[in-house]
């Protein structure tokens, strides 16, 4: 395996990256392959249906369903960055990425991971205003302040991967440069450049630090809100049907954030690659599966909404094909 490299002034700028992924045997990495490509074809699957499901069922049309319709919209891209060259790479020897597509495909991961990082407190302050305000709620919580919020989330996802892509593009990287990882990510291209990049790391780490903590505050806030009024609801089934309405919510922020903390959010020294690989697969590909599980499980408007929607493209397709006989 050949790295094209060009000479820029004093340095060496590599054009190639090779990525390690997952060192295995090859039967084991064929048995990998089937098992992401059916994770990643059904991940694709579920947020479709949850987006059709959502656009199709007027009695969806509400804010917690348009933020959840984003949400999924943004979990099909999100995987479709990383799991393709994934897949490819379970069948290839020749590992290798370009420096324009790492860096194209860290750019739209930090910009899909930031976007969803705040869009997971959007919710969470739709929640609370649901819960806390319900009188208020349709007041307070528009058609234009959601759109404005999810936009909201979008742009700063974007700003975010700019700025940090400005600072590590820039790097030299000598050499064969090997990235200890299956995808493109911050920490193992900021370990490897043949220049000091303590600049860049210092970028990366105030920027995950707002992107991170912002939010995180603003869940924490929220919820701790959310359980003082629940609290207080006299009725047992009362309480019951206030919390079922966040509980999906709760639990898809406690793992996307859980395991992305423990990614980002640890000092260098403490990194591991190996532990870091095992966790990357449950925020890059477990979690973006079990979402529209985890909404669906416990929302029967959801559950309803879907049934309507398959039952209906089932119709369609049987009525299409009676047509063509």
């Known amino acids: ?3 094209k490299v060009l000479e820029a002034g004093n340095h060496t700028a590599t054009i190639h990256f090779i990525l390690l992924g997952f060192p295995t045997r090859p039967a084991f990495q064929l048995f990998l392959f ?3 490509l059916a994770t990643y074809l059904l991940t694709l699957l579920e947020n479709a249906l949850i987006i059709l499901a959502i656009r199709g069922d007027r009695q969806l049309h509400k804010p917690m369903y348009f933020f959840l319709s984003h949400l999924s919209f943004l979990e099909m891209w999100y995987v479709t960055v990383i799991s393709p060259k994934m897949l490819v790479d379970f069948l290839s020897h020749d590992k290798t990425i370009s420096f324009n597509g790492c860096m194209t495909q860290l750019y739209f991961f930090v910009t899909f991971v930031c976007a969803e990082y705040l869009l997971l407190a959007v919710m969470a302050f739709d ?3 649901a819960i806390c305000n ?4 349709p007041v307070i919580v528009t058609n234009q302040l959601c759109s404005t919020l999810a936009g909201g989330c979008w742009l700063c996802g974007l700003t975010t991967a700019t700025i940090k892509m400005v600072f590590i593009a820039q790097l030299h990287y000598c050499g ?12 193992p291209l900021l370990s490897i450049p043949c220049e000091d990049s303590s600049q860049a790391e210092r970028v990366d780490f105030f920027l995950a630090l707002v992107v991170i903590a912002v939010p995180l505050c603003a869940v924490v806030v929220s919820y701790a809100t959310i359980v003082s009024a629940i609290l207080r609801i006299p009725s047992s089934q009362g309480r019951q049907k206030a919390f079922s309405t966040c509980a999906s919510h709760l639990t898809v922020v406690i793992l996307f954030y859980s395991t992305t903390l423990f990614t980002y959010a640890r000092p260098k020294l403490m990194y591991t690659y190996s532990s870091n ?3 990357s697969v449950l925020y890059t ?4 599966l079990l979402n529209p599980i985890i909404y669906c499980l416990r929302n029967q408007e959801v559950k309803a909404a879907l049934k309507k929607t398959i039952l209906c493209k089932g119709s369609r ?4 094909v009676a047509l063509s006989n």
Do not use: A, E, Q, W
Request: hydrophobic share 40%; proline share 8%.
């Open 285 to 288: 590909v477990i979690i973006p």
């Open 127 to 129: 929640r609370h205003v």
């Open 277 to 279: 690989k095992v966790v």
């Open 134 to 137: 319900p009188l208020r709620y």
């Open 1 to 3: 395996m050949i790295t």
């Open 34 to 36: 089937f098992v992401f």
């Open 317 to 320: 397709s049987r009525g299409d």
């Open 176 to 187: 064969k440069p090997h990235i200890n990882h299956y995808f493109c990510d911050i920490s």
